[in-house]
C-alpha cells in the first residue's frame, strides 16, 4: 500500500472516530445532537464552515492523490523532507494524534461536544487527560495534519496545515470564552492550572 492511500485509510479511521462513532453514541445515550457548529452568518459561523470546509478539503485532496497521478506532480514537493526517519515520525505523531482522540473522548463522556452549545449545559472535564491539556482532541488534530504533511511534504498539504491551524486557534479561543462564560471561576482556576495544549 502507498503511503497515500495508508494516509487516506488513516484518516477516513480518524474522522469516524473523531466524529462520526463518538458523536452517534452521545446522541443515543443522551438525546443530544453533539455535533453543533453552526452555519450562522457571524464570526463562529464562519469558523466553524471554514473548519468544516478544511477537514473536506484535506479528505478531497488525499483521495485526489490516491485516485489520480498528476495531482501529486503538480503539488510542489519538498523533496528534501522526504526520507525514512521523517516519514517513522509523521506516523508516530498521528498514532499519538489518534489515541489522545480516543482517551480524550473517553474521559469526556456525555460532555461530548463538536463546537459550542449553547442550548445543554456540559459538565467542566478537568481528569484524566484534561489535567495536562486543555484542548487535547484539538491538538491530536493538529498531530495529524502535521503528520500528514510531513507524510506529503507538497504546497497543497502545507497551505492545508496552514489554513487548518488558523480555524483550529480561532476554535479554541472560541470555546474557552464560552466555558468561561458558563463555568467562571470554576474555568478560571482550571485554565491557570492547565495550559491551553500541553
Known sequence: MSKEKALLAYFLVYFFIA?????????????????VLPNTDDAYGFVATGFKLILMAILLYLCALVFFDFVESGSGTF??????????????????????????QHDLSDSWRIGIDNHSKTNLITTGIYKFSR???FLSMRLSVFGAFLLV???????????????????VRLEETHLKQVHGKYYAIYASKVRRWI
Open 79 to 104: 523533496q528534501w523532507l522526504e526520507f525514512v526517519g521523517i516519514e517513522i515520525f509523521a506516523w508516530l505523531l498521528m498514532t499519538v494524534g489518534l489515541l489522545t482522540t480516543i482517551k480524550s
Open 135 to 137: 484542548n487535547p482532541i
Open 153 to 171: 511534504p507538497n504546497g497543497v498539504m502545507l497551505l492545508l496545515l496552514g489554513l487548518s491551524e488558523v480555524f483550529i486557534q480561532v476554535q
Open 19 to 35: 466524529f462520526a462513532w463518538k458523536s452517534w453514541r452521545t446522541y443515543l445515550k443522551t438525546g443530544v445532537n453533539p455535533i
